[in-house]
């Protein structure tokens, strides 16, 4: 009896050594499968930032990151060997770019500050530009955002989007157009305003407005001009990646000078929040043009979630104002622009325009 009693208490307690063994082995797997999980957006990330396709930091253009602490004659004599290069003797840039990798990774949980994006894209050129190197592009780009008050967004932004656009090989410069004071936002306004001072800076060809707070998921959606104007950000996120209607031209889009010119540019009576992008998709579709979009798949974009911004409510005239676009888009647009200039900075990363757009 009390050997049959010894022989169960030995069995039992092997039988515990190896359970105990077992839970110490299941603990280490989960641990380590833990912290790969945690290792591997970062990871993800920094592939990401590194393809960015620039070619390693020519000679003349050592130290353009630092421009913004230079002195003045010294930051103007860089830009204007950037205006300079001879880019005509290269040749052209293929129609689509060897050096996109396809979907990315987009996520706004890991932590991103503006010394890091200055670091992973050393050729940059003052105020945010660039342009491929070894060929010529086929565009000038310039990138308008409206801006007020989202320094947050801002970061992603250009965390994101600078490695895709030199991938892109695009000739590219990012312009925020930065709404001072507190009274009600105007979107459109500032896009009209993006398009008239990025024309004082560069001869550009193409025209994209985007959002602060929009990410394109695949690098082959590029951010240039077409045939037909661009609607880019054709599937969003937040509307469970479809286009939330036909006619929807909100986000981001790209025209042509020619095109932005024919619809005589944007309104600037749209104030508060929607109906602008409704409007400029009238002007566009009664000057007979289509509107040209990637496919669902590569169009696809992530928005950085948020609460609506204080002075941008709904504004309640915007469903009388779009019913009315044919008749008030030749007086009210491009040429009838009016706005102060307050101040202009070509920061590392961007150009800030500061601007006072008045009231309505
Ligand atoms: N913007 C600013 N600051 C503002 C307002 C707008 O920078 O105070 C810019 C910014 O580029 C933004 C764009 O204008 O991406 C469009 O404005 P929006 O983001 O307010 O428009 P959206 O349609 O959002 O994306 C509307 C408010 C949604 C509230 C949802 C609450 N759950
Ligand atoms: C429409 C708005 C557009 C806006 C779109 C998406 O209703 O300006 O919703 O809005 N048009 C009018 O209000 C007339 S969103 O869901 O992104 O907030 O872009």
Known sequence: MAVDSAGTFNRLQRTCKLLVLLCLLHISVTVVFYIRSLDNPFAFAQNQQSRNGSAPPDRHLEGFTRAAQQPEEEQQQQEKQLKDEPQEKLEKCPDTSPLLVGPLRVDFSVTVSLDQVKRENPGLGPGGRSWPRGCRALQKVAIIIPFRRREEHLTFWLYYLHPI???QQLDYGVYVINQDGDEIFNRAKLLNIGYVEALKEYDYNCFVFSDVDL????DHNTYRCFSQPRHLSVSMDKFGFRLPYN????????????QYLKINGFPNNYWGWGGEDDDIYNRLASKGMQISRPSGETGKCRMIRHNRDKQNEPNPQRFNRIAHTRETMDKDGINSLSYRLLKKE????????TVDVGRP
């Open 247 to 258: 006619q929807y031209f909100g986000g981001v889009s790209s025209m042509s000078k020619e």
């Open 165 to 167: 656009l030199q991938r």
């Open 215 to 218: 990410i394109p998921m695949d």
């Open 346 to 353: 070509k920061l590392d990363l961007y150009t800030m325009i």
